[in-house]
């Protein structure tokens, strides 16, 4: 299993950010996919998750109404569209599969500030 994130950077409050994570190395079809977050000196959060077929969709309350999560199955990518970015969004960004066990990727940096 091969989760590779992208997209991160530094932008101004109230700005955008595309976020993408290419998975590889089992059937992305079948399997949730998820966004999760770390803060410095915070524990990783979950931000947002994507059923199998991206139908249905759940977000923490935080990024409700700012954030959605989307996947692409023929090109085994998902993305989170970031927008209204606020300061407190500023952390490493990861993408969650659970393949029999937890797998990430290496992670996105992310950093709202003016």
């Known amino acids: 299993v091969q989760l590779v994130e992208s997209g991160g950077g530094l932008v101004q409050p109230g700005g955008s950010l595309r976020l993408s994570c290419v998975a590889s190395?089992?059937?992305?079809?079948?399997?949730?996919m998820r966004w999760f977050r770390q803060a410095p000196g915070k524990e990783r959060e979950l931000v947002a998750e994507i059923s199998n077929s991206g139908g249905r969709a759940n977000y923490a309350d935080f990024v409700k109404g700012r954030f959605t999560i989307s996947r692409d199955n023929a090109k085994t990518t998902v993305y989170l569209q970031m927008n209204s970015l606020k300061p407190e969004d500023t952390a490493v960004y990861y993408c969650?599969?659970?393949?029999?066990?937890?797998?990430w990727g290496q992670g996105t940096q992310v950093t709202v500030s003016s």
């Open positions: 190395g089992f059937n992305f079809n079948i399997y949730v």
């Open positions: 969650h599969v659970n393949v029999n066990r937890n797998y």
